[in-house]
């Protein structure tokens, strides 16, 4: 279970990535970071959300990676990874609804549930 935890945290740039692109007015496959530089509103944030993500892995897989060599109960990690994906999840939404203050608050518990992690 713990590698569909990894492979789910792997998935959720894309998440972003699609909101930010899908039924986007003239969207150039060829250059879809060029097209994606000149969006606005909604679609830059979906597009910032998908960086940030990006970077919120390698902390994450570290720190999964970590306890599962430690010998955490991999129950115990699953339930925590659960914990981080939803937070992650629920960022993304946030963060395309512009809710500045609250993605703040649900970006450092998803940094926290990392550290948490970590030090299982």
């Avoid at 740039?13 to 699609?18: E, K, M, S, Y």
């Avoid at 970071?33 to 390698?58: D, I, V």
């Avoid at 720190?63 to 981080?84: E, H, N, R, S």
Wanted: some cysteine; hydrophobic content about 60%; proline content about 2%.
């Amino acid at each position: 279970m713990v590698e569909w935890i990894l492979v789910g945290a792997a998935i959720l740039p894309l998440v972003a990535a699609v909101s930010a692109k899908a039924g986007g007015s003239q969207f150039d496959n060829h250059e879809p970071r060029a097209w994606l530089a000149h969006q606005s509103g909604w679609r830059a944030r979906a597009h910032a959300a998908q960086k940030n993500t990006f970077e919120a892995l390698p902390l994450f897989y570290a720190a999964v990676l970590f306890a599962l060599y430690k010998g955490v109960d991999t129950d115990v990690i699953v339930q925590w990874g659960c914990i981080w994906l939803g937070l992650r999840l629920a960022y993304i939404w946030i963060y395309i609804k512009d809710w500045a203050l609250t993605r703040s608050i649900v970006w450092g518990l998803s940094f926290i549930v990392s550290i948490f992690i970590l030090f299982l």
